[in-house]
């Protein structure tokens, strides 16, 4: 029961190592996938909103420490995309949204917020198209990470979602 | 009243624990600058790139392949211009000589490979496997064979954190090479860009931006970008100025730490001046 709690937290590790050494590797015009947030959304959907909201923070607050971005930005991001993914974790529901084409679109939603929370906090001035910066900062992101999610999600053993 | 209490927590527990949650990292957010947080900060990513180094040496055996055969060519090319650098070499220290100034070239390198990197598109950071042990510090500036790529921001004992040019908390001094005119240059979530530069003056597309010697954290010049061209700003007396960087970040693997720090004594002397009554 308590494996719940601590394997994501033990998963972060690696997937944050692969997330800072592989993964700029695939980057598309200094655009790169968020492997994070798919992890968040996964594990938030296994269980509830609750703890998809904490265990956002606790990412966050380990991304943030541990690469030197700006501490605090990606824990209000992340813990605002857990709560949000948190919404998708009805039992009665979960194995449709399990499915690839629907899993794809919730990391769409959250990347997209993660993305644009961040780069709200962090490059907002009065000069900022805001309507470019969602689409730039926000969608594009969102979209790549909701590729690779798709990717993952089809080769995800079914049985296990329940 | 308790009962009142656990009815509201029972009906929006999700929504209190948000809040809370959500004000916290706000306050973190407050706490940035603080040397206890700096100094988790450097154990831990300290740590945590000991580990990433060994996966990132993986990864880049790949590429030495064709890295090589391109430093190969480069190496070339730089040997030609060394050949007619050395010429200038001498005649610029004689020129010096004459006028009695000081030499601002020379200062020591400390090479560095690039163990992670943390791309986004306002906060991109590097990490290098070179730290305190190697006589890294904080806002020593880093850069490669095509120009600047940013600023260290936090060591551990072996290895330091750097803000790239492409970092919202990156302003640097720079000026047009050609005109000798002085900006501040930032990163404002999509290019970079010198702020704040009079209409009147005179900056053109193609022009080399390179680090002004008014900066207090870079006072040599170091080469920038490229300006690309100049963002007309309909109200006001500022134009911004667009920034193509020398350097792809995103290729970044193995760079040159500057050991340059600030003066104190320059330091001391400016407060001095501002602190006269």
Same mark, same amino acid.
Request: include cysteine.
């Given at each position: ?68 971005? &700006? ?9 605002? $995309? ?36 961040? $780069? ?25 990470? $909701? ?16 | ?69 391109? &430093? ?83 060591? $551990? ?121």
């Amino acid at each position: 029961m308590r494996a719940k709690y601590y394997i994501p937290i033990l998963l972060f590790f690696p997937v944050l190592v692969i997330q800072i050494t592989v993964i700029p590797l695939i980057a598309i015009n200094g655009i790169i996938p968020d492997l994070i947030i798919i992890l968040l959304v996964f594990y938030t959907m296994r269980n509830n909103q609750i703890y998809g909201t904490v265990l956002g923070f606790i990412f966050g607050f380990l991304f943030d420490l541990l690469t030197g971005t &700006l501490l605090g930005s990606s824990m209000l991001a992340k813990t605002t $995309s857990g709560f949000i993914a948190g919404y998708f974790s009805n039992e009665n529901k979960r194995e449709n949204y399990f499915k690839s084409y629907n899993f794809a679109l919730i990391v769409l939603l959250c990347s997209v917020l993660n993305s644009v929370i961040i $780069s709200f906090f962090s490059s907002v001035d009065v000069n900022t198209n805001l309507v470019a910066m969602i689409f730039q900062l926000g969608l594009l992101p969102g979209f790549y990470t $909701s590729i690779i999610s798709l990717i993952i999600i089809i080769f995800y053993p079914r049985r296990s979602f329940s | 009243m308790v009962r009142f209490f656990l009815r509201i927590w029972e009906n929006f527990k999700e929504y209190i624990i948000l809040v809370i949650l959500l004000i916290t990292s706000l306050f973190t957010i407050s706490f940035n600058k603080s040397p206890a947080v700096r100094n988790v900060r450097a154990t831990a990513f300290g740590s945590f790139a000991v580990v990433t180094s060994l996966v990132s040496d993986l990864t880049s055996i790949a590429k030495i392949k064709s890295e090589n055969r391109r &430093l190969r060519e480069i190496n070339a090319e730089l040997m030609m211009q060394v050949n007619r650098l050395r010429e200038f070499g001498i005649q610029n220290a004689e020129l010096k000589n004459l006028l009695v100034l000081k030499d601002s070239s020379g200062y020591p390198l400390i090479p560095a490979s690039v163990v992670s990197k943390s791309i986004s598109a306002s906060q991109s950071t590097i990490t290098l496997n070179a730290g305190k042990n190697e006589g890294v510090r904080p806002g020593m500036p880093v850069i490669n064979d095509l120009g600047l790529i940013g600023i260290v921001f936090n060591t $551990s004992d072996d290895f330091s954190i750097v803000r790239t040019l492409k970092n919202i908390d990156v302003k640097i001094a720079v000026k047009d090479e050609r005109t000798r005119i002085d900006g501040i240059m930032k990163w404002n979530g999509d290019e970079l860009v010198i702020i704040n530069v009079p209409k009147t003056y005179d900056v053109q597309p193609g022009d080399r931006i390179i680090t002004s010697e008014i900066s207090s954290i870079i006072p040599v010049p170091l080469p920038v970008g490229i300006a690309t061209g100049i963002t007309k700003v309909s109200t006001g007396i500022f134009n911004e100025v667009r920034v193509r960087p020398f350097v792809d970040f995103n290729r970044v693997e193995h760079v040159f730490i500057l050991k340059l720090v600030e003066s104190v004594e320059k330091n001391n002397l400016e407060l001095n001046f501002y602190n006269r009554k």
